[in-house]
């Protein structure tokens, strides 16, 4: 499961790449700190998982890779309904 969750990982920071290189004609600040977290992250992040062993079963590398594509969203999730709790309590 770890082998799917860090391809799963790396697929989303692969598409950060791509949403950030498509809003350098926007916000060109946004886009070039997203990129340049995104890039070296997502090399890290797909080289450890060619490195981990093979899953055992098809359905848990499955699962670790929609777990390792999501999770990113999650804790953005997260931490925006954070702010805004917190934000409304005042």
Known sequence: MKRGFLFG???????????GSMQFSNDVTTAAILVAIS????ILVIRAAFLAPPDRSRVH?????LVGFLIIGAVLLC??????IFSNLS
Do not use: N
């Not at 990982?9 to 949403?19: E, K, N, P, Y």
């Not at 590398?61 to 890779?65: E, N, P, R, S």
């Not at 931490?79 to 805004?84: D, E, K, Q, S």
């Open 61 to 65: 590398a499955v699962i670790g890779w």
């Open 39 to 42: 890039v070296p992250s997502s």
């Open 9 to 19: 990982l790396g697929s989303c920071l692969c598409l950060g790449v791509l949403f």
């Open 79 to 84: 931490i925006f309904g954070i702010v805004v």
